[in-house]
């Protein structure tokens, strides 16, 4: 299928707040705490004020931890103190916040569409197993040992070590880069902790074959994003960050179901649809903020996408090609296995903060190694590898 008729939409939308909130082990703070602050913080980074924000977007909705409120979006607003034209969370894992964003912003029902992720998850113990959704009842599956996303996740990874010959030579390569990157970032969890391949091949097993340095960090703290018209950005403070090109792909097929366990991923038709929109190829691609649960997602994303052929990614990810000052810069905070985990906002926000020159320490340029970027490449994952989506942000 051709997605030319969506060039129009090229550069039309923008990116505009970023807001962090402290992040880690916050021990005493409710998810909906961290989704109000996260939100302000956004807003106030955009130099906008509450009453701009007419559509909101939480991302995944968890059960509350103890007895906490439940952080729906209706009580996010009502916080915020914000009454938007439209709101909606997904109750499990399709990525299309950002295609939402922007097919409101292009119909007109809003014009600021503020997106939110937040947990408390690492201080409220979220094991992340109850989370996924598959036709057999959990004690079967439980009694095979397999439980929650982990042991669905190590099932692709194990069938792609005997696919495309991967394994742990090359996901020691993706997580020693990625902790290399969040040394240089203050605010990540693994900040000042160096990790070296012999840290990574010693590290206990979570669920063969994945080690615990191969799967994301488990964070407490919020996420958050504005998605306006380019035009609108114009007038705000912060550098303009558009939307080149966004695409999404929902495989849906169960890992149990999967005819190929490896994946489909869903990648390769999402950045087909974001590349056609942008009018470019991978060869314009300065840097890549991949969603990365586990450093396989991050291979079998980045070999969806083009970047290499099956079985090549040990070649490619070696000898710091995705590191700092290697020539193709991946997940430049750290990511999901080194900063912090926020679902696809940890990714996407990353891409804006480099693109709008504010990465501090971390920023792509002279001073690190790399090129100063103009074009960067996201993905955003969900499921077991059941959905996904692919952002292709520029600096206007």
Known sequence: MKYTHLKKLRDKYAIVGVGYTPQGKVPGRSALSFYVEAGINAIKDAGLK?????????????????????????????????????????????????????SLLEAGFCNYVLIIYADNALSGRRMFIEEATHPEPKNDNYMYGEFGFVGDYALAARRAMFEFETGPNTWKEIAVSQRKWANLNPNATMYNKPLTYEDYLNSEYLIEPFRKLDASLISDGGRACIVTSVERAKDLKNPVVSIMGIGEANPSIDI???TYITGPTGAKKASQMAFEMADITLDDIDACEIYDCFTYTVEITMQDYGFFKPGEGKDFFKDGFTAPGGKLPVNTSGGLLSEAYFMGLTPITEAVMQLMGRAEKRQLGVAIGNKKPEIILCSDNGGVLQTHATIILRRL
């Not at 007419?54 to 916080?79: H, K, M, W």
Request: proline share 9%; net charge negative; glycine share 4%.
């Open 50 to 102: 509450k009453e701009d924000i007419d559509g909101l977007i939480c991302y995944r909705q968890f059960p509350a931890i103890s007895n906490e409120p439940e952080a729906t979006p209706y009580l996010v607003a009502q916080l915020l103190g914000i009454e938007p034209t439209v709101l909606s969370q997904e109750s499990y894992c399709p990525r299309h916040h950002f295609v939402q964003a922007v």
């Open 256 to 258: 149990h179901q999967a």
